[in-house]
């Protein structure tokens, strides 16, 4: 090591420090009896590297030297690790290159021979978020957007799933449907009009798309103000550290890091005339006429949102399902969601599968014939359509990225992303975030949310992890159904049944009494951990406004809220909300839920609150 001057000015021992960073292989600023400086000098060591070390305790102006370390990394603890002039950070930094194999590239003096620092795949909720991020954190990034046009032709721009065919449109078109049945109940609140109240798709249609054209826009914006790079292209890995974009000429581009977050797009059913006539929610919101009379296949939530909204812009529509609504989700909240969508008109033709859909004529929309077997007979039906809608689940894009080229591991059965909990993906240097990983929540806040800690945890020195547990979520049916935490099944096969409480309540929104709809089709449960002091583990409520008060719910949970605490506060009376909080909810007994206690239900829950006494009489006289 040689000397450096005392005493020469700070701009001097500035220039003096990059001296060091520059003119050796690894720097390292230490001081002698720091536990992890000795730690990163071990590994060094063990690595056969040379390591050129000032020991900043032993040095007369060491405190000046942290001071100007700060102020060029922004760092002022130590160790302070460069390799090949570039900064590493501390020991966990350090350490975590060495796991992901990047301290090896700095040491080989690859990694300046890189373009960018990181490089994402997929424009959608999480890439966009963990781009902006990396990119407030210095770092150099480009995004890689593309998307491959369905079957009819129907595209979109920038945002991904979420924003153009996904939670965006899908909440505006059921708060259409909602609206709806609002203008109905206006009448009973003594609201008149005498024109005849009808819906107009492409009205509707026009103002949705026109909201999303500014989120891509505004998008496209936040990209630029926060210099993130944004190529409009479809990306395949060719080497490990190298991406193609085939669009034009083709175009290669390097990075350290890649994040894979290409999303899912809907599934066809492969059977004749499904890609030809059919459409799936990618074509549904920017359908340019009505559906007409419509057909959904499957159940699951996209079926069972679209059909509903569909249904509350009073088209005729039936839904086609193969074995039960919401797999999955609390059962016994899902058929009451699908109850309440059967008595508002939504068909449901259970236990059949399409087999073939074939055209009889064309047209805006045309005329479709369906023909579908029973699951469990010979059965066969036959139905005519104005438009079938796909949405029986969606494939994971990781097909055709190029993963084989690199060697990341996806699961052959459904084209998932196995990652570590770090969304680390089985190559050190790629990662996974969003709706390709396995086993994690299909979800826009969740794959943000992975993102964005993800960035922070690669650039920052970060250490907070996603928490997969106890996601709140919402299915928007025309009954919106929110839920947090287990479903009673899964409670009962995780922790037997003797080992839980089910508190639960149905009930009659006030807002429902005047106009004298939906009585006692509410319904809230509460499922205890009586092992853990009575903890929630699930919550479920179908009602109005199920977002709104799912959400809050979700933050007791996180605070791991017991029953104790929810019976102890105070309800928002008169909101639908408060049935959550009651210290009234009744344990869970199987007669309760038949339909013949519904008049005991009702009366017992409108005596816990008082000047409501006119309620339990429309009670008495509905049931
Ligand atoms: P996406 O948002 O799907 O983004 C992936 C992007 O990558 C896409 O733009 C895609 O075109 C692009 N891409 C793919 N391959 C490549 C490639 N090789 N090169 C370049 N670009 C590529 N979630 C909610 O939280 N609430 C809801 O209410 C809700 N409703 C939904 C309703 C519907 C009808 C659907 C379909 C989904 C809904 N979701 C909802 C789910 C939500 O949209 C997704 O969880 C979320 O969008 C996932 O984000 P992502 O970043 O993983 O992928
Ligand atoms: P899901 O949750 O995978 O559900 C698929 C649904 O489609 C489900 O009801 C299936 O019935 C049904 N299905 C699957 N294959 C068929 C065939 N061949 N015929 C008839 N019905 C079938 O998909 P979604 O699209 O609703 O949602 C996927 C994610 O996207 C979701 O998590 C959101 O985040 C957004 P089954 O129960 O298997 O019998």
Redesign the pocket.
Known sequence: MPPIEKDTGKNELKSQIQQLIDSNQVMVFSKSYCPYCVKVKDLFKELNVECNVVELDLIEDGTTYQEMLLEMTGQKSVPNVFINKMHVGGCDKTMQAHEDGSLKQLLSGDAEAYEYDLIV???????LACSKEAAMLGKKVMV?????PTPKGTTWGLG???VN???IP??LMHQTAVLGTAMQDARKFGWEFSETVKHNWDTMKTAVNNYIGSLNWGYRVALRDKSVEYIN????FIEPHKATNKRGKETFYTAAKFIL????RPRYLGIPGDKEYCIT?DDLFSLPHSPGKTLVIGASY?AL??GGFLAGLGLDVTVMVRSILLRGFDQDMANRAGEHMEEHGVKFLRKYVPVKVEELEAGTPGRLKVTAKSTESDEIFEGEYNTVLIAVG?DA?TD??GLDKIGVKVNPKNGKIPVNDEEQTNVPHVYA????LEGKW??????IQAGKLLARRLYKGATLKCDYINVP??V?TPMEYGSCGLSEEKATELYGQDNLEVYHSLFWPLEFTVPGRDNNRCYGKIICNKLDNDRVIGFHYLGPNAGEVTQGFGVAMKCGATKEQLDGTIGIHPTCAEVEVDAGHYRYQKSRIQKSCVVETTVLKYYSFSGLVTQIRVGIVFC
């Open positions: 795949i997929g424009g959608g909720s999480g890439g890689l957007d593309y998307v491959v991904g799933t979420c065919v996904g939670c899908k909440k292209a479809y990306a395949e977050a290409t999303g899912e929610s996209v949102e679209c969606r894009c055709k990225v975030i969003g709706d390709i299909e979800l826009t806040p969740v794959a979520t919402t928007f």
